[in-house]
T-cell receptor, first 112, second 111 residues
Framework: DGGITQSPKYLFRKEGQNVTLSCEQN?????MYWYRQDPGQGLRLIYY???????QKGDIAEGYSVSREKKESFPLTVTSAQKNPTAFYLC???????????FGPGTRLTVL | DQQVKQNSPSLSVQEGRISILNCDYT??????FLWYKKYPAEGPTFLIS?????DKNEDGRFTVFLNKSAKHLSLHIVPSQPGDSAVYFC??????????FGTGTRLQVFP
């Protein structure tokens, strides 16, 4: 069974705590992406990485950090500096052969 | 500034009829467009795409039309089925690997 795995499906954290969302892929994607979805706002790009050990800020990178030490893994850390972290987070990879982004199942983060 | 716009937040269509979802964009550098379908608490799934060298692409019940001069694309679903009820996002890309998504249209297909 292949694809993009995000874990956990639901995550709860207390305000002021950093939290890391996992994204793993076995599809050999070079490029990987993190989005957040909020009601009525579509998908907004947080960070993306086109190759290992390199990543770029998206439109709403403030309060987030990422790493890309391995091709298969692109974890997202939601820091305490993110003012409104409660959202649905989606990880995606770019399939060059099909020219589309392939999404994981998402993680819903709730900060209490 | 929203580069990709879906001005209808929701659409309700009777089963068997045509569903038409619309999308407008402002960046003339966009040359590739995609439609995604999303159910609640799940990741979006790819539906259909179109390159700017075409004005129509068809895949089964789904057809995407592109009007470059109007910077407008639309997704037609014929015939609509209850299982089509979901949120539909259009997305566009240009000379980068980034996709710019619209805000989505919630389609409800009723019997």
């Amino acid at each position: 069974d292949g694809g993009i795995t995000q874990s956990p499906k639901y995550l709860f954290r207390k305000e002021g705590q950093n939290v890391t969302l996992s994204c793993e892929q076995n599809l050999n994607h070079d490029a990987m992406y993190w989005y957040r979805q909020d009601p009525g706002q579509g998908l907004r790009l947080i960070y993306y990485s086109q190759i290992v050990n390199d990543f770029q800020k998206g439109d709403i990178a403030e309060g987030y950090s990422v790493s890309r030490e391995k091709k298969e893994s692109f974890p997202l850390t939601v820091t305490s500096a993110q003012k409104n972290p409660t959202a649905f987070y989606l990880c995606a990879g770019w399939t060059v052969c099909r020219n589309e982004q392939f999404f994981g199942p998402g993680t819903r983060l709730t900060v209490l | 500034d929203q580069q990709v716009k879906q001005n209808s937040p929701s659409l309700s269509v009777q089963e068997g009829r045509i569903s038409i979802l619309n999308c407008d964009y402002t960046n003339s550098m966009f040359d590739y467009f995609l439609w995604y379908k999303k159910y609640p608490a799940e990741g979006p799934t790819f539906l259909i795409s179109i390159s700017s060298i075409k004005d129509k692409n068809e895949d089964g019940r789904f057809t995407v039309f592109l009007n470059k001069s109007a910077k407008h694309l639309s997704l037609h679903i014929v015939p609509s089925q209850p299982g089509d009820s979901a949120v539909y996002f259009c997305a566009a890309s240009g000379d980068t690997d980034k996709l710019i998504f619209g805000t989505g249209t919630r389609l409800q297909v009723f019997p």
